[in-house]
C-alpha cells in the first residue's frame, strides 16, 4: 500500500504565498507522476499541477504563470510552490501519485490540506 502525506496548508492573505509538501511512501513501489489537485464543496476535483518522474510538468489553467510543482525523487516527495494567492484558490488541495508494482499501477491520494485564502 502507498501512503500519501501532505503538508503546508493553512490560512494566507490574498497576495501571499503557501508551499505545499507530500512525501509518498510504500515498500516496493515506483513513484511514477506525482501531482495536485483541489476541491471546493459541490464542485468536481479540478487539476493543479503534475510533474512526472523526468520532471515534465502540467498546469491547470487557473494556476498558471502563480503556482510552480517540483518532486524530489530521492525523497519521493512533490512539493507545490502557491504565488501570488488569490481568493479563489480558497479550496482542499490533495496529493496525487500513480504507483506501479509487479507491472500493476494504481493511483493513491492523500488526505487533503486546507488553503484558505483571505481577501
Known amino acids: 500500500q502507498v501512503q500519501l502525506v501532505e503538508s503546508g496548508g493553512g490560512l494566507v492573505q490574498a497576495g501571499g504565498s503557501l508551499r505545499l509538501s507530500c512525501a509518498a511512501s510504500?515498500?516496493?513501489?515506483?513513484?511514477?507522476?506525482m501531482g495536485w489537485y483541489r476541491q471546493t464543496p459541490g464542485e468536481q476535483r479540478e487539476l493543479v499541477g503534475t510533474v512526472t518522474s523526468g520532471g515534465s510538468t502540467n498546469y491547470g489553467e487557473s494556476v498558471k504563470g502563480r503556482f510552480t510543482i517540483s518532486r524530489d525523487n530521492v525523497k519521493n516527495t512533490v512539493y507545490l510552490q502557491m504565488n501570488s494567492l488569490k481568493p479563489e484558490d480558497t479550496a482542499v488541495y490533495y496529493c496525487n501519485a500513480y504507483c506501479s508494482r509487479a507491472g500493476l499501477g494504481s493511483y493513491y491520494w492523500g488526505q487533503g490540506t486546507q488553503v484558505t485564502v483571505s481577501s
Open positions: 510504500g515498500s516496493g513501489f515506483s513513484i511514477n507522476a
